[in-house]
């Protein structure tokens, strides 16, 4: 992992099972760094050990400074699968579209890029499809990079009808549907099971505020009334969180 100096674990929040390890930075450009490293890290141990790497990530403002510097680094990108957490049940040319954004960075590099979201009307069958489509790869994740959203929501778990069948559905579901709350679009997301199954999680955070959101829903554990803290609860690998102060 990166050579950067980490908080003190005695004053943060930690879970029985997991193995969070929480990285300070006053410096952008430095997080971006170790933060793209870190994964390339990730990325060269999976192609070691077993010739194929799997990762799921998003597509957000904290995301892309990483998601550009990682598509420079040379990697063997063809043995490499990249699916996004989330997406939008858009058409692919919209802005919108996470699996666009992805293609357009590691496409060219000789990456898979893999959708998960159709444009569907119905959002349920088009969670039913995304699920269907991941239990044809090869799994588990190498990696996946959670996001932290408004009410705690993370990849694309928030506040919804469906949130509880992304968050306690049946453990073998890897993908469902969600129509948000707030009445934005629907998408499709990884589910919490998919998510505890990664071999590594990480986090992206700016600011103090969004790190004692983060601490706050850790603590409550199980209890948390957010998508993020109910993930922690049930987190049992290694997770890197990084700070943007």
Same mark, same amino acid.
């Given at each position: 992992?990166?050579?950067?100096?980490?908080?003190?674990?005695?004053?943060?929040?930690?879970?029985?099972?997991? !193995?969070?390890?929480?990285?300070?930075?006053?410096?952008?450009?430095?997080?971006?760094?170790?933060?793209? /490293?870190?994964?390339?890290?990730?990325?060269?141990?999976?192609?070691?050990?077993? /010739?194929?790497?799997?990762?799921?990530? @998003?597509? +957000?403002?904290?995301?892309?400074?990483?998601?550009?510097?990682?598509?420079? !680094?040379?990697?063997?990108?063809?043995?490499?699968?990249?699916?996004?957490?989330?997406? $939008?049940?858009?058409?692919?040319?919209?802005?919108?579209?996470?699996?666009?954004?992805?293609?357009?960075?590691?496409?060219?590099? /000789?990456?898979?890029?893999?959708?998960?979201?159709?444009?569907?009307?119905? $959002?349920?069958?088009?969670?039913?499809?995304?699920?269907?489509?991941? !239990?044809?790869?090869?799994? @588990?994740?190498?990696?996946?990079?959670?996001?932290?959203?408004?009410?705690? +929501?993370?990849?694309?778990?928030?506040?919804?009808?469906?949130?509880?069948?992304?968050?306690?559905?049946?453990?073998?579901?890897?993908?469902?549907?969600?129509? @948000?709350?707030?009445?934005?679009?629907?998408?499709?997301?990884?589910?919490?099971?998919?998510?505890?199954?990664?071999?590594?999680?990480?986090?992206?955070?700016? /600011?103090?505020?969004?790190?004692?959101?983060?601490?706050?829903?850790?603590? !409550?554990?199980?209890?948390?009334?957010?998508?993020?803290?109910?993930?922690?609860?049930?987190?049992?690998?290694?997770?890197?969180? $990084?700070?943007?102060?």
């Amino acid at each position: 992992m990166s050579d950067t100096e980490s908080w003190d674990m005695d004053d943060l929040p930690e879970g029985e099972d997991s !193995q969070l390890e929480w990285w300070d930075f006053d410096d952008p450009a430095e997080l971006v760094e170790a933060v793209t /490293g870190d994964i390339k890290f990730i990325i060269e141990s999976a192609l070691d050990a077993r /010739g194929e790497a799997l990762l799921a990530l @998003p597509v +957000s403002d904290e995301a892309m400074p990483v998601l550009e510097a990682l598509a420079e !680094q040379q990697v063997k990108w063809k043995h490499v699968t990249i699916i996004p957490t989330h997406d $939008y049940l858009v058409p692919v040319d919209d802005p919108r579209s996470h699996v666009k954004a992805l293609a357009q960075l590691f496409l060219t590099r /000789g990456a898979r890029v893999l959708p998960i979201a159709t444009e569907n009307d119905d $959002y349920h069958l088009a969670g039913s499809a995304a699920d269907a489509r991941l !239990q044809d790869v090869k799994w @588990p994740p190498d990696l996946v990079w959670l996001g932290l959203g408004e009410e705690g +929501s993370t990849a694309g778990i928030m506040q919804s009808a469906d949130m509880e069948e992304a968050l306690d559905g049946p453990r073998e579901k890897r993908a469902v549907g969600i129509m @948000p709350d707030d009445g934005d679009a629907p998408l499709v997301t990884i589910t919490k099971a998919a998510i505890c199954e990664a071999r590594t999680v990480l986090l992206v955070l700016r /600011g103090a505020a969004a790190q004692s959101a983060l601490e706050m829903e850790i603590d !409550q554990g199980a209890t948390s009334m957010a998508p993020i803290g109910r993930v922690f609860a049930d987190l049992t690998v290694p997770v890197d969180i $990084y700070v943007e102060n």
